[in-house]
C-alpha cells in the first residue's frame, strides 16, 4: 500500500495498489453475428513499456481485445507508431477511416479506404500517436465496410509528457454552448470531469448526463437517469454516473447503453476479503473520483467510503470504515489523488477544514489524517499563505487534481475556485470574488464574480471548468489558458507600482524558455519590473513541474485611454505561446485649480463690476486650455484662454442678492479637465449702510486678575 502523502511534500512514485485483480475485459454486450473486421488483440512487449508510468503498464494488463496502447511522447515531439492488424471474416471493401485527434492513421497503412479485402484476409492501420496534451490519453479509430453498418473500433490510449503554463489572475470565459438563448444549460449540476479533452457532465436537475466536446458542443450520452451527481472516466474511456437518490452508480458503456453496475445484497466488504460491485448494495454515492488505476472512490452514506475497482472485471468493492473524513452528509465532496490519498471536507458547524487519509489507512480503520487546509474557523482568509493556516467555508462542491498534483476546490460558500499547490502547500483563489453573481467574462478570474459554484475539472492545457449559476440555470466558465492583468487609472508619464501574475508549470514536465517578447498594440507602455519578478526570464531557463513563480509588470503610460499589450512567453509547453494580456487605462494628471477672486462671502454694491479670476497651476509644464466663467449656473460669456495660468473677466448688472460664481478648466492636453468650483457673494443695493459685525474684546485684568474699569 500507499504511505500518506501530504500537500507540500515531495512526491513519490506510485506503487500499484495490491487489490484482487482478475483476468480482465470490459464488459461486453451480445452481438447476433461475427462482425465483418476483427481488431487483433496487440502483443506488448517489456521494452515497449520500459518507460511508462506505473499505472499506464497495469491498466494496459486489463485492456479489452480491440484496446491498443501507443507507449508515451513528448507533445510536439516526434510522434511514436504502432502497427494495428485487421482481420476480415467475409469479403468486404473499406469505405470509411476515422480517427480522433492524438492518434493519425498514416499513408503507409495497408488498409485504404476503398480497397476490397477478401475473406480471411488482413491488413494493417499504420498510426501515429501525437498528444496533444500530457497525461493519459484516449482515443479511437473507427473504420466502415460495405457489408453491414456494424463500425469496427479500435480504442486508442498513450501517455503524453509536456509542460503546462497556468497563470493567477487567468481571462475567464462561458463556454458558450452552456448559456444558449441567455439560458443556463445545466439545472442543479453538482460535478463534472475530463474525459480526454473533453468534458462530461452530470446534469442533475435535467436528469441528463452531457459530453462536452473540444468544440464546445455539447452531446446527450445518457437520459432518463434520475437526478445524476458524480461522474468519472476510466482510462478506456467508459463513463460512470451516481445517483444518490436511487443509491446506484452506472457505466455507459462506449457511449452507448447505460448499466447499473452494483447490486442490493449487503456485506461487510472489508479490504481483506472484498464483495463484487455488481452484487451488493451501496449507499448515496455522491462525488466519483478515479485514480490512475481505473480504482474509483466515493462517499457512502451507510460506511462513510467506498472503493471499487472498475478494470478488470469482476469489480471488486470494498467499504472503507472509518468515518473521520467523511462525516458531511453523503454525497459530500471527496476525491482520491494519484497518490491513493483520500480528501474531504470535514465540517462540524464552526471548523472547516480539508483533511487528507492515506486509502491504506481508510481500508484498514486507522484513524490517522492530515489537515490540508482550514482550522478552527469557518470563513476565508489566507490566499498567498499556507493552507494549513487558511480559512476555508463550510460548503465545498468538488476536488480535482492537475497533473502536477494541485489541488482544486470550489468553495462554495465563499463564491470561489481555489487552489493549494503540491510542492508549497500555498492556497490562492484562481477564480471569483467573493460576491454571488454572474459578471467578469473576457476579464481577470479573480476580479469576476462567481454564484454557488459546485463542480470543477482541470483540463491537459491546464484551464480550469467550473459549474456555477446564471441568472436562470448553470453555465460552465472556463479559466484560462491566457493570464489578464488589469491596471487602473494611471497619469500619463508616470509609472505605477508593480501588479503580478503568478506562473505555474501545471504539467508533468519541465518548462524551457526561449524567449519573451512583449507585443501588441502599446508594447513600450508596459515593462517587466526586474525587482519584484522572481521569474527566470532569459532564455534556457527551466520551470519544473509543480513551480510556481511571479512576474511583476508596471505600466507608464504615454498617451491617454485604453493602453494595451500582450506578454508573450515563448516556451516547450503545449501552447507554445503563453500569453499575459495586459490593459491599463492612461489618465491626465489634475492641475491645481482655483478661484482667486472675489472671496468666498464677499459683498459688493449693486452696480459695480466684480472682477471674477482663476488660476490653473502645476509644477510641471504650465497649464494651457480655457476657462469657462458662470454666474448662477449659466455660462458667462465664452470661455477665457488662460494666460501665464490665469484668466479673469468682469461682472456687471449682478442683482441685489446673493449670487454664486463659479469655473470649470477644460484642461490641455496635458492636464486633465478641472471643476466646476465656486464662491457665493452679496450684492446690496446703493447707499446701503451694512453695519461690520461686532469685534469681541477680551476684558483688560490687572496683576491680580481684577478687571480695570475705563
Keep these: 500500500m500507499n504511505s500518506p502523502r501530504r500537500l507540500g511534500q515531495a512526491p513519490f512514485n506510485c506503487v500499484a495498489l495490491t487489490i484482487f485483480v482478475a483476468s480482465l475485459t470490459i464488459a461486453t454486450f451480445a452481438q447476433t453475428k461475427t462482425p465483418v473486421i476483427k481488431v487483433v488483440k496487440p502483443q506488448i512487449s517489456e521494452t515497449w513499456t520500459a518507460n511508462l508510468p506505473a499505472s499506464e503498464k497495469e491498466v494496459m494488463k486489463s485492456a479489452p481485445a480491440n484496446f491498443y496502447h ?122 463534472l470531469a475530463i474525459m480526454g479533452d473533453s468534458l462530461v457532465v452530470a446534469d442533475t436537475g435535467n436528469n441528463l448526463v452531457r459530453l462536452i466536446d473540444s468544440g464546445g458542443t455539447p452531446k446527450t450520452v445518457a437520459s432518463g437517469s434520475s437526478a445524476p451527481w458524480g461522474v468519472t472516466a476510466d482510462t478506456f474511456g467508459q463513463i460512470y454516473f451516481s445517483r444518490p437518490a436511487a443509491n446506484a452508480i452506472d457505466e455507459i458503456y462506449d457511449y452507448g447503453p447505460v448499466v447499473q453496475i452494483n447490486g442490493s445484497g449487503t456485506g461487510a466488504c472489508p479490504a481483506a476479503t472484498p464483495c463484487t460491485l455488481n452484487g451488493h448494495a451501496v449507499s448515496q454515492p455522491g462525488e466519483l473520483s478515479m485514480d490512475p488505476y481505473n480504482h474509483m472512490f466515493w462517499v457512502d452514506g451507510d460506511a462513510g467510503g467506498a472503493f471499487s475497482t472498475v478494470q478488470p472485471l469482476p469489480a471488486n468493492l470494498i467499504f472503507l470504515y472509518d468515518p473521520f473524513p467523511f462525516q458531511t452528509t453523503p454525497p459530500g465532496a471527496a476525491a482520491i489523488d494519484a497518490g491513493d490519498n483520500i480528501y474531504s471536507l470535514w465540517y462540524n458547524g464552526g471548523e472547516c477544514e480539508i483533511v487528507q487519509q492515506s486509502l491504506y489507512n481508510a481500508e484498514n480503520n486507522n484513524v490517522s489524517f492530515n489537515k490540508v487546509a482550514g482550522g478552527h474557523t469557518c470563513g476565508f482568509s489566507g490566499d498567498g499563505g499556507q493552507a494549513n493556516n487558511a480559512e476555508i467555508g ?271 478648466y477644460t484642461g490641455d492636453a496635458n492636464y486633465a479637465p478641472g471643476g466646476p468650483i465656486s464662491v457665493s457673494i452679496a450684492i446690496t443695493a446703493s447707499g446701503t449702510y451694512i453695519e461690520p459685525p461686532p469685534v469681541k474684546k477680551s476684558p483688560p485684568t490687572g496683576s491680580k486678575g481684577n478687571i480695570i474699569e475705563q
Design 394 to 664: 463550510s460548503s465545498i462542491g468538488q476536488f480535482t487534481f492537475d497533473l502536477a498534483g494541485n489541488l482544486y476546490f470550489t468553495d462554495t460558500a465563499n463564491q470561489r475556485v481555489r487552489r493549494i499547490d503540491y510542492t508549497t502547500g500555498v492556497i490562492r483563489t484562481i477564480a471569483g470574488n467573493g460576491t454571488a453573481g454572474y459578471t467578469g467574462d473576457g476579464g481577470a478570474a479573480t476580479t469576476a464574480t462567481l454564484s454557488s459554484p459546485t463542480g470543477v475539472a482541470v483540463d491537459s492545457e491546464g484551464n480550469v471548468f467550473v459549474i456555477s449559476s446564471a441568472a436562470s440555470g448553470q453555465v460552465i466558465r472556463q479559466v484560462g489558458p491566457g493570464g489578464h492583468v488589469l491596471f487602473p487609472g494611471q497619469s500619463k508619464g508616470t509609472s505605477s507600482a508593480p501588479l503580478f501574475i503568478t506562473v505555474s508549470n501545471t504539467g508533468n514536465s519541465t518548462l524551457i524558455l526561449t524567449n519573451v517578447v512583449m507585443a501588441g498594440t502599446n508594447p513600450t507602455q508596459f515593462q517587466v519590473d526586474n525587482t519584484t519578478t522572481t521569474c527566470n526570464l532569459t532564455a534556457g531557463a527551466a520551470l519544473a513541474s509543480g513551480a510556481t513563480c511571479k512576474i511583476g509588470v508596471i505600466f507608464t503610460p504615454t498617451a491617454t485611454g485604453l493602453q494595451q499589450a500582450t506578454l508573450n512567453i515563448l516556451d516547450n509547453s503545449v501552447i507554445g505561446n503563453d500569453s499575459i494580456v495586459l490593459k491599463g487605462d492612461g489618465t491626465l494628471p489634475a492641475a491645481t485649480f482655483k478661484i482667486t477672486a472675489p472671496a468666498n462671502g464677499a459683498s459688493f454694491v449693486s452696480g459695480s463690476a466684480v472682477t471674477l479670476s482663476a488660476s490653473v497651476t502645476h509644477s510641471g509644464t504650465q497649464p494651457t486650455g480655457k476657462v469657462q466663467f458662470k454666474v448662477d449656473g449659466a455660462n458667462f460669456g465664452s470661455a477665457v484662454t488662460l494666460s501665464s495660468g490665469a484668466a479673469s473677466t468682469s461682472v456687471t448688472g449682478l442683482t441685489t442678492t446673493s449670487h454664486t460664481l463659479s469655473a470649470t
Design 70 to 191: 501507443l507507449g508515451l511522447a513528448t507533445v510536439g515531439g516526434n510522434p511514436n507508431v504502432q502497427r494495428i492488424n485487421l482481420e476480415f471474416a467475409q469479403s468486404a471493401t473499406i469505405t470509411k477511416i476515422t480517427s480522433t485527434a492524438d492518434f493519425k492513421v498514416t499513408n503507409e497503412s495497408s488498409c485504404a479506404l476503398g480497397r476490397h479485402y477478401q475473406e480471411g484476409s488482413s491488413c494493417s492501420l499504420v498510426v501515429n500517436f501525437a498528444p496533444k496534451g500530457p497525461g493519459h490519453r484516449i482515443g479511437k479509430i473507427t473504420i466502415a465496410q460495405d457489408q453491414s453498418p456494424e463500425l469496427a473500433t479500435v480504442g486508442l490510449g498513450g501517455y503524453g509528457y509536456a509542460p503546462v503554463v497556468s497563470f493567477i489572475p487567468a481571462v475567464i470565459t462561458t463556454v458558450p454552448n452552456t448559456y444558449p438563448s441567455k439560458v443556463g444549460l445545466l439545472s442543479g449540476a453538482h460535478n
